[in-house]
């Protein structure tokens, strides 16, 4: 094994990832959008498990009410855009990979451009207006549409836009979801890290092609309770 | 009757989803329900019935990250 397999030994004796979903891993191309509470575990697990391209998109900077649960920052970087820190944070822990940092926002003028290059898009998103935007995008380009979303100690993840699902399932008035009030920002750090990190698991499952991956299911997580569901979002599942 | 919401026990004298939501009073927007783990869309609440041991999961919409 070489010097560049050997970081990844313990996740290669796995049978479901071996040396092939090495490789897999090593050519897959993951779109990350929104590097905050949820992008900052799926950013570094994906990095850290050798997904050969990331692409980091966000126009946010670094806030000091960020950092109890943005583990990609520091002190250091408050005030600072998110994403060069975010690269250059992703890097430091594994040299052999491709990040790619967009400084801006998703919007309908470059989401097909940005999406294009990518196998996968992650959801690391805080609104629903973004997430109509990628589900549509992900839809019409026959990309895999990696859903998270917390509220508070609540959680869910689906995988959409790979089965019959969409965004458009789960919320299928647009006009009535966007014009909801805004839930507040009240959260703890462990919920984007256990949520993120389902993502996280998600994205391995479809690049590796192992178990059961959430494709047009919904999996919930209440964190006072540990009550968890999963919930089917198309007669297929 | 006795139905199940998130695994608590619940009585109602609801026969229908949408019957259960006005009981509950149930916000206009930001509430999925679930019978027996299948999503069952908000428009389809008024002709979807509930009877004894119904399981229903009720799921916040949730738009952080």
């Known amino acids: ?237 | 009757m006795e139905i199940t919401i998130n695994n608590k026990p619940v009585t109602t004298a609801a026969t229908t989803l949408s019957g259960l939501a006005a009981e509950m009073a149930l916000p206009a927007k930001g509430i999925a329900i679930a019978i027996n783990n299948k999503m069952i869309p908000r428009t389809e609440w008024e002709v979807t019935d509930i009877s004894e041991g119904t399981h229903l999961v009720m799921i916040k919409a949730a738009c952080g990250g």
Not at chain 1, 12 to 28: N, R
Not at chain 1, 136 to 164: F, H, R, W
């Open chain 1, 1 to 237: 094994m070489n010097a560049q397999m050997e970081r990844y030994e313990r996740q290669v004796m796995l049978d479901e990832i071996g040396e092939e979903g090495q490789c897999l891993l090593q050519k897959a191309r993951v779109l990350i959008v929104g590097v905050g509470g949820l992008g900052s575990p799926i950013a570094i697990y994906l990095a850290g498990a050798g997904v050969g391209t990331i692409g980091l998109m966000d126009d946010d900077t670094v806030s000091l009410t960020n950092l109890h649960r943005q583990v990609l920052y520091t002190e250091k970087e408050v005030g600072q855009p998110k994403v060069f820190h975010a690269r250059e944070r992703l890097l430091s822990m594994n040299s052999s990979i491709n990040v790619q940092a967009y400084n801006e926002r998703l919007t309908k003028k470059n989401a097909q451009d940005r999406v294009a290059d990518y196998d996968f898009v992650v959801d690391g998103t805080d609104n629903f207006a973004t997430r109509y935007l990628i589900s549509d995008t992900c839809a019409a380009m026959g990309k895999p549409y990696i859903y998270g979303a917390i509220c508070g100690l609540e959680g869910q993840v689906g995988v959409l836009c790979a089965g019959s699902a969409t965004y458009r399932t789960l919320h299928p008035d647009e006009e009535d979801t966007l014009g909801m009030p805004h839930p507040g920002r009240q959260v703890v750090g462990v919920t984007p890290a256990i949520v993120g990190s389902v993502q996280a698991s998600q994205v391995l499952q479809l690049i590796c092609h192992y178990g059961e991956p959430l494709i047009d299911q919904l999996w919930t997580i209440d964190l006072r309770t540990m009550q968890s569901f999963i919930i089917k979002l198309s007669e297929h599942v």
